[in-house]
């Protein structure tokens, strides 16, 4: 069984072929970082504007690099959600017209349940449940997952997602957008101990998180201290390890509450590699393990979508062709 996935949520347009049999046979992403960059940020109508303009041509290329064609395919798998909505339709638009000309299903699939599986393309794969920290640029969720489509939110940002804390700070700090491997990067050329930041909302009980405060101490921070480099990069240290720590302090009390020791962590974010280290190791103190994606997987890609599509289709997803787009969309309500 062969499936196109076609992601189109936000900035970047990917279009990936999964085989149930080979595995992936291509994947190809077009990022439109360029595009927003002097805006600083993502400008939805551009956004939707240049995935019409990519998407076709990703499709081609895709089905060439896997050397097969659109009468090969099985079924198409599309996100449909949450995400920028003039986005979603043109992947939502493209999708389903493709399936209805080939006779085939559109499977809609939810982007970050689509983060979430992807970690399952690795060699080394967690076994159901599992807890699952995503980390992306709009949300943060700690979940227990007891199979695909079977998920039980244990905590969520209450207001900033970890992304938009780091695009945040990076825009604060004079880096481009998007701005986390930026920020992560700058943290690797700071000293410890200079600064301290809060570790928003560990002090009491409970898995939600907070980042809106810990941006505003940032922002103190550097109207205070003089921003030469070096201050900025010691800013960017103590960012990071404020936003790793609390991060890592939620994962324990999951661990501890759930019983559960594997721990999948996905989404933009989760290619920090402060990140990963810090979880990596905490996995190992507790017996645990912890499993990623590879790099290329945390961030918004074709692969996790038709992947995703594939696994929703294995549990007998209904493929509607009148499927509405949802800018948002729980991941606890998928049908
Ligand atoms: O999952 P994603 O590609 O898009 C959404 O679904 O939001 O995540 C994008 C987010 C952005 O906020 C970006 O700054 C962040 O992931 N990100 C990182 C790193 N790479 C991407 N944050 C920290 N460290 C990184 N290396
Ligand atoms: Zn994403």
């Not at 996935?5 to 936000?10: F, K, L, N």
């Not at 927003?36 to 990703?58: K, N």
């Not at 995503?134 to 969520?156: A, N, P, R």
């Not at 549990?315 to 606890?332: D, E, V, Y």
Request: charged share 15%; proline share 4%; aromatic share 6%.
């Amino acid at each position: 069984m062969q499936i196109l996935g076609i992601e189109t949520s936000c900035d970047e347009t990917g279009v990936a072929l999964y085989d149930s049999a080979a595995g992936l046979l291509a994947h190809n992403l077009y990022s439109q970082i360029a595009l927003h960059e002097q805006y600083g940020g993502v400008v939805p109508e551009l956004a939707s504007r240049d995935h019409v303009q990519r998407i076709l041509p990703l499709i081609t290329k895709t089905l060439a690099d896997a050397g097969t064609d659109k009468q090969s395919l099985s079924a198409i798998a599309y996100t449909a959600g949450p995400g920028l909505i003039g986005s979603l339709l043109v992947g939502t638009g493209v999708g389903r017209s493709l399936a209805y000309a080939l006779s085939i299903p559109a499977v809609a699939v939810h982007h970050l349940e689509a983060h979430l599986l992807v970690p399952m393309l690795e060699d080394d794969v967690p076994h159901y449940p599992f807890l699952a920290l995503l980390v992306s640029g709009g949300h943060t969720l700690l979940i227990q997952v007891y199979g695909v489509g079977d998920y039980k939110i244990l905590g969520e940002s209450v207001d900033d997602a970890a992304g938009e804390a780091f695009d945040k700070t990076a825009k604060m700090l004079g880096l481009p957008y998007p701005g986390g491997a930026a920020v992560s990067a700058l943290a690797d050329k700071g000293r410890a101990g200079r600064f301290h930041f809060p570790r928003p909302m560990t002090n009491r009980p409970g898995l939600d998180f907070s980042f809106s405060g810990l941006k505003t101490s940032v922002l103190h921070t550097i109207q205070k201290a003089a921003c030469d480099e070096q201050t900025k990069a010691d800013i960017a240290h103590a960012f990071v390890d404020a936003i790793v720590a609390t991060l890592l302090i939620k994962c324990r009390r999951a661990i501890e509450q759930t019983g559960l020791t594997q721990l999948v962590i996905a989404g933009g974010v989760s290619a920090n590699k402060q990140l990963r280290l810090g979880l990596h190791d905490l996995l190992a103190q507790m017996q645990g393990k912890a499993f990623f994606p590879r790099a290329e997987f945390c961030t918004d890609n074709g692969a996790m979508v038709a992947y995703a599509g594939y696994l929703r289709l294995q549990a007998g997803a209904s493929a509607p062709l009148n499927f509405q787009a949802k800018p948002r969309w729980l991941i606890t309500d998928i049908a």
